[in-house]
């Protein structure tokens, strides 16, 4: 008979276990005992795809979230590796990206699942999408296969390539510039590019810190250059990233404040405001000229995954940055 296969539940709170307050506001619960049963009373049936046990890391709305939670979460991988054949993480929406992308980067070697999901509707209410989104999050996580990745609605995602992209749909999650992971209907269909599961025993390397001070700045008509110059006065910034036009081109006028930076040594991340556009700042002059002065592109990579890879990079290794940022990791 095969042995039945073994998740941790790494619980982080979320909308899955909120409950309604009298003024109609969603807020977790206050006791962890009670938050937990909530999670277990969603789907009492889970056991009969893995033995599951639970660990605490924390009961918060996502938006709380912070780059210490990612490093519990990363040292409670870390111990737990062996023990376990998958992992599922039970998340808010609003961070749950970000999350995803800490974890694709703080860990290396990972040949097993490790499962993101919650829900858009708390799991107490009838109507709510947490029992799908939990049971196809534990049998992704038994699966043969390996990485970080979302579970939401039917979509399977990458962690380094999600974004929420809406709050209020059930399927709140998008890749950005490039194709799902796999996807849920009757069955659960992976693509054949998706790293298959490491059998043979082998260790996880896993880097926690992350750099919570930098900025990102959304280009607009009419922006003032002055505003990030004045930003560089601000010595508890180590980074910046900034969201501009289209293939990442940037209005004339900001050339002294990419270069007061570089004098400075700051990185300044250019990515693009297109959900699914990538930066080709060498074609128009707008962009060029920023490049030259040292603009770090940020390629067709996600908000979410550009902005961990500079905290991560600027506590490890700051004098790498742009190598960093250019290193897909997919």
Known sequence: MARKQKVLVLFCGGTIVMEERPDGSLAVPDSKDSAIKILRDVEPRLSTIAEYDIEFIANIDSTNITPADWDRILHCLK??????????????????????????????????????????????????????????AFKLATMDLSGVFIVFDERIILGSRATKASESRLDAFQTVNGEDAGEINIEINIKSWVPKRNTKPHHIQVRPGFEPDIF????????????????LNNKKIKGIIIRAYGTGNIPYGFERFFKKARAKKLPVVVASQCLHGKTLMHLYDVGRKVLELGAIEGREQSLENLAVKLMWGLRHEPHRIEEIIKETGY
Do not use: W
């Not at 990102?216 to 930003?231: A, I, K, N």
């Open 79 to 136: 111990k737990h590796y062996k023990n376990y054949d998958g992992f599922v993480i039970t998340h808010g929406t609003d961070t749950m990206a970000y999350t995803a992308a800490a974890l694709s980067i703080a860990i290396k070697g990972l040949g097993k699942p490790v499962v993101l999901t919650g829900s858009q509707i708390p799991g107490g209410r009838i109507e709510s999408d947490a029992k799908r989104n939990l049971i196809n």
């Open 216 to 231: 990102v700045y959304t280009l607009t008509p009419g922006c003032d250059p002055g505003d990030l110059e004045f930003l």
